[in-house]
């Protein structure tokens, strides 16, 4: 039986209709990245596996029973968002700190997930006093404190430089590597989708459903600004010319490297 099954036979905001037949299923331990145009339900499905909304036709099931339901979903459930979500008047600490249980006796592991993504020097700093990547660590810590089995992360890396973003990437790596959760990565790069995950999962225009779930052939450790990525991202949209309907980038594979 799958960790999790999703069966979302529709979803719809007043007369527009959002999702429909859009199903897919995924093991503990996998990284699924959720690809599509700007604008086609990829928050939305989100927002449904997380219980944000539960108005949609369909079922979500983790382990054979209805996700929230489950006695042990909520706190095994992680959540990153486009926008780091800091409390800005707790430290970096204690913002990891908050999603504890038991903030007092798990303190020791807030503060070895933030040495972990880097920020062992800034563990009582102000949101205010940190960058743009480093509130993104705080988020990245935060939400690997509750060792989720679940971690939704809703393009958690984007508008940041090359860097700072391939940093972030392989700190989220290192700590899905360690701790496997099922991941279900949102983002509208594919190079970065390629980087990262085990399987794609390509949504149609809407009402969106799931139109190519593709596995990625490529060994880890993975260079997101390499030739691999390109020539496989060249490939893909070859092979399957409606993915460039939309928003996803057209390939640019470089041959300088
Ligand atoms: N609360 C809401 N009420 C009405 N319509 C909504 C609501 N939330 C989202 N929508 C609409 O649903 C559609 C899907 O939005 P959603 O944010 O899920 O797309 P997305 O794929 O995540 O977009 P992006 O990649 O730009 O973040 C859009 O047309 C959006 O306007």
Redesign the pocket.
């Given at each position: 039986m799958p960790d999790l099954e999703v069966r979302i036979d529709e979803k719809r905001?007043g007369d527009a209709v959002?999702l429909r037949d859009l199903t897919f299923s995924a093991q503990c331990g996998e990284f699924l990245a959720l690809v599509?145009p700007?604008?086609?339900?990829?928050?939305?499905l989100l927002n449904l596996i997380a219980g944000l909304d539960p108005l949609f036709d369909g079922s979500i099931h983790w382990h054979g029973a209805p996700l929230h339901r489950h006695a042990h979903s909520p706190e095994r459930l992680g959540m990153m968002f486009q926008e780091p979500r800091l409390m800005p008047w707790l430290s970096a600490l204690d913002n990891v700190r908050l999603v504890l249980a038991d903030p007092a006796a798990e303190s020791e592991r807030a503060r070895t997930l933030l040495q972990e993504v880097g920020l062992g020097h800034a563990l009582d700093a102000w949101p205010n006093q940190l960058s743009g990547g480093m509130q993104r660590r705080v988020a990245l810590a935060r939400a690997f404190a509750v060792d989720p089995r679940l971690l939704l992360m809703d393009e958690p890396f984007v508008s940041l430089d090359m860097p700072t973003g391939n940093r972030l990437r392989e700190s989220l790596l290192a700590l899905w590597q360690r701790d496997r959760p099922l991941v279900l990565f949102v983002t509208?790069d594919l190079r970065e989708a390629l980087a990262l995950a085990d399987r794609v999962l390509f949504l149609s225009e809407p009402p969106a459903r799931i139109m190519l779930d593709y596995v990625v052939p490529l060994e880890r450790p993975r260079n997101l600004e390499g030739t691999a990525i390109a020539k496989l991202q060249e490939r893909l949209f070859s092979r399957h010319p409606s993915l460039l309907s939309g928003a996803l980038e057209a390939p640019s594979v470089r041959h300088d490297t």
């Amino acid at each position: 039986m799958p960790d999790l099954e999703v069966r979302i036979d529709e979803k719809r905001f007043g007369d527009a209709v959002i999702l429909r037949d859009l199903t897919f299923s995924a093991q503990c331990g996998e990284f699924l990245a959720l690809v599509g145009p700007s604008g086609v339900g990829k928050s939305t499905l989100l927002n449904l596996i997380a219980g944000l909304d539960p108005l949609f036709d369909g079922s979500i099931h983790w382990h054979g029973a209805p996700l929230h339901r489950h006695a042990h979903s909520p706190e095994r459930l992680g959540m990153m968002f486009q926008e780091p979500r800091l409390m800005p008047w707790l430290s970096a600490l204690d913002n990891v700190r908050l999603v504890l249980a038991d903030p007092a006796a798990e303190s020791e592991r807030a503060r070895t997930l933030l040495q972990e993504v880097g920020l062992g020097h800034a563990l009582d700093a102000w949101p205010n006093q940190l960058s743009g990547g480093m509130q993104r660590r705080v988020a990245l810590a935060r939400a690997f404190a509750v060792d989720p089995r679940l971690l939704l992360m809703d393009e958690p890396f984007v508008s940041l430089d090359m860097p700072t973003g391939n940093r972030l990437r392989e700190s989220l790596l290192a700590l899905w590597q360690r701790d496997r959760p099922l991941v279900l990565f949102v983002t509208h790069d594919l190079r970065e989708a390629l980087a990262l995950a085990d399987r794609v999962l390509f949504l149609s225009e809407p009402p969106a459903r799931i139109m190519l779930d593709y596995v990625v052939p490529l060994e880890r450790p993975r260079n997101l600004e390499g030739t691999a990525i390109a020539k496989l991202q060249e490939r893909l949209f070859s092979r399957h010319p409606s993915l460039l309907s939309g928003a996803l980038e057209a390939p640019s594979v470089r041959h300088d490297t």
